[in-house]
T-cell receptor
Framework: GAVVSQHPSWVICKSGTSVKIECRSLDFQATTMFWYRQFPKQSLMLMATSNEGSKATYEQGVEKDKFLINHASLTLSTLTVTSAHPEDSSFYIC?????????FGSGTQLSVL | EDQVTQSPEALRLQEGESSSLNCSYTVSGLRGLFWYRQDPGKGPEFLFTLYSAGEEKEKERLKATLTKKESFLHITAPKPEDSATYLCAVQALENTDKLIFGTGTRLQVFP
């Protein structure tokens, strides 16, 4: 299956700062990547679909200006949480669309103090 | 609205005690149903994709089946290393690659 690398694994930041999370598809050229968010003991909620070379498509209720997504190449998508607040603390996971399935990164645990 | 419901929320098994996890779904048109395993603090690990009613897939102690309304993940003679959260997700015909997840079943297998 596709290998997806996500970095960093965890990050702690102060309220008001911005945090960037990287998602790389190591062995597959991904025109589409997805960003999910997961709260403790809850399911994965799709935040946005990242399309290479074009604007991301955000799910209803997800703030575009707060969660900036850039998919500049076929192997890299980034999610930037701008002006983070404690309520943004969560587990963020990216995934790569591969024919017939999605492969996921290892996730990033964000804690905003 | 497309929806996925998993049961039970949590399951505790003795090593060797076989059981089944349920995934009920409603979707306008099913493109595929997916099973993933997720360990704490990790991303989901792909297990199976099922596409049509009657289809079955196996991997080691796991076997997934699919009907028109639900899917089962059967675990035969589980071992402690099978302890994880098992997630079910569906992909609708009109939503290319987008997955809708259930809340998962947290499985604990005790020696």
């Amino acid at each position: 299956g596709a290998v997806v690398s996500q970095h960093p694994s965890w990050v702690i930041c102060k309220s008001g700062t911005s945090v960037k999370i990287e998602c790389r598809s190591l062995d597959f050229q991904a025109t589409t990547m997805f960003w999910y968010r997961q709260f403790p003991k809850q399911s994965l909620m799709l935040m946005a679909t990242s399309n290479e070379g074009s604007k991301a498509t955000y799910e209803q209720g997800v703030e575009k200006d707060k969660f900036l997504i850039n998919h500049a190449s076929l192997t890299l998508s980034t999610l930037t949480v701008t002006s983070a607040h404690p309520e943004d603390s969560s587990f963020y996971i990216c995934s790569v669309a591969h024919p017939g399935k999605l492969f996921f990164g290892s996730g990033t645990q964000l804690s905003v103090l | 609205e497309d929806q996925v419901t998993q049961s039970p929320e949590a399951l505790r098994l003795q090593e060797g005690e076989s059981s089944s996890l349920n995934c009920s779904y409603t979707v306008s048109g099913l493109r595929g149903l997916f099973w993933y395993r997720q360990d704490p603090g990790k991303g989901p690990e792909f297990l199976f994709t099922l596409y049509s009613a009657g289809e079955e897939k196996e991997k080691e102690r796991l076997k997934a089946t699919l009907t028109k309304k639900e899917s089962f993940l059967h675990i035969t003679a589980p071992k402690p290393e099978d302890s994880a959260t098992y997630l079910c997700a569906v992909q609708a015909l009109e939503n290319t690659d987008k997955l809708i997840f259930g809340t998962g079943t947290r499985l604990q297998v005790f020696p």
